[in-house]
C-alpha cells in the first residue's frame, strides 16, 4: 500500500472523529492563528492537510478567501457541510496531495497548517509548493506537534506515533522545522511553544489503531526507560505529554 492510501485509510472512517476531538477543535493556538492572520487585513488562505477543518474556521472571518486543501475525501466533506452550518461561506474544499498543489503561482497571501505535517511525505517539496503559489511577501504559519532535542526522546516518540498510526511520518524538531523553511527561502521562526496532555484512550480510539497495536504501545510503555517516563509525563492510565510548535515564515526572496 503506498503512503497516501495509508493516509486515507487511516483518516477516512475517522473525519467525525476529528470536527469533536478536544485536541483539533480547540486550544489557544486557533486564536492566535487568527490573529496573525487578520492581521494583515484581508488575505487569501490555503489550508494544507485541513483535516476536520478547525484551522479554516478560524481564519475565515478574517479572510477573503479559504481554501481548505487535503488528500482525504471525507474529511472535505466534513469540512464543507461544517462551514455551511458556521455559514463561512468563503471556504471551499479542493482535494490533492500536498506536494503537487492545482493552484497558480503566486495565488495565495498565507499558506497555514494545523496537526497535519507529520504525516507528510516530502515537506520539503510540500514547502515548495507552498512557497510557488505564495504571492510576494507571503507568509507560512504551521502548527504542529514537534520531535525532541535529545535522541531518546526522540526515538520513543517516533515509535509512540507509528505505533498507533501507519500514517505518520515524522514530528520534526524545532531546529528541523526551520532548516526546512530556510531551504526554501523563507525567514522562519518559532512564535510559541507549549505541550498538550494526550489523553491515552481517546488517542488511539480517534484514530482507530487496532488491538494489536494498542497492545504493543502498552508493551513499549512498559519498557521506556525512566527518564522518557519522566519527560512526557506519563500517567498510569499512560496519557502522557508532547510538545507543540507554532512557526510563522515568510519569503525572503520574493
Not at 93 to 118: C, M, N
Not at 121 to 139: D, H
Amino acid at each position: 500500500m503506498r503512503h497516501d492510501n495509508t493516509i486515507s485509510q487511516s483518516f477516512g472512517p475517522q473525519a467525525n472523529a476529528y470536527l469533536t476531538s478536544p485536541i483539533h477543535s480547540q486550544g489557544a493556538d486557533l486564536g492566535d492563528l487568527a490573529e496573525v492572520v487578520g492581521a494583515t487585513g484581508h488575505p487569501a488562505v490555503l489550508d494544507l492537510g485541513c483535516g476536520a477543518g478547525h484551522a479554516s474556521f478560524a481564519v475565515a472571518p478574517f479572510a477573503q478567501e479559504v481554501v481548505a486543501y487535503d488528500l482525504t475525501e471525507s474529511m472535505l466533506q466534513v469540512v464543507a457541510s461544517t462551514a455551511a452550518v458556521r455559514q463561512l461561506s468563503n471556504i471551499n474544499t479542493q482535494q490533492g496531495s500536498v506536494d503537487k498543489l492545482p493552484f497558480e503561482d503566486a495565488h495565495f497571501d498565507w499558506v497555514i497548517s494545523r496537526y497535519s505535517a507529520h504525516h507528510w511525505r516530502n515537506v520539503e517539496q510540500a514547502l515548495s509548493e507552498a512557497r510557488r503559489v505564495l504571492k510576494r511577501g507571503g507568509q507560512a504559519c504551521f502548527i504542529d506537534s514537534v520531535g525532541e532535542a535529545e535522541p531518546l526522546f526522540d526515538t520513543h516518540l517516533q515509535t509512540l506515533e507509528l505505533l498507533r498510526d501507519p500514517s505518520h511520518v515524522r514530528n520534526y524538531s524545532e531546529a528541523e522545522w526551520l532548516g526546512l523553511f530556510q531551504a526554501q527561502s523563507f525567514q522562519a521562526r518559532i512564535i510559541k511553544r507549549w505541550r498538550i496532555p494526550i489523553e491515552f484512550s481517546s488517542w488511539v480510539a480517534r484514530i482507530g489503531t487496532p488491538a494489536d497495536r494498542i497492545t504493543a504501545l502498552r508493551t513499549f510503555w512498559a519498557g521506556a526507560p525512566a527518564e522518557v517516563r519522566e519527560n512526557f509525563k506519563l500517567q498510569p492510565d499512560l496519557s502522557f505529554e508532547i510538545g507543540v510548535g507554532m512557526i510563522q515564515a515568510q519569503i525572503t526572496n520574493p
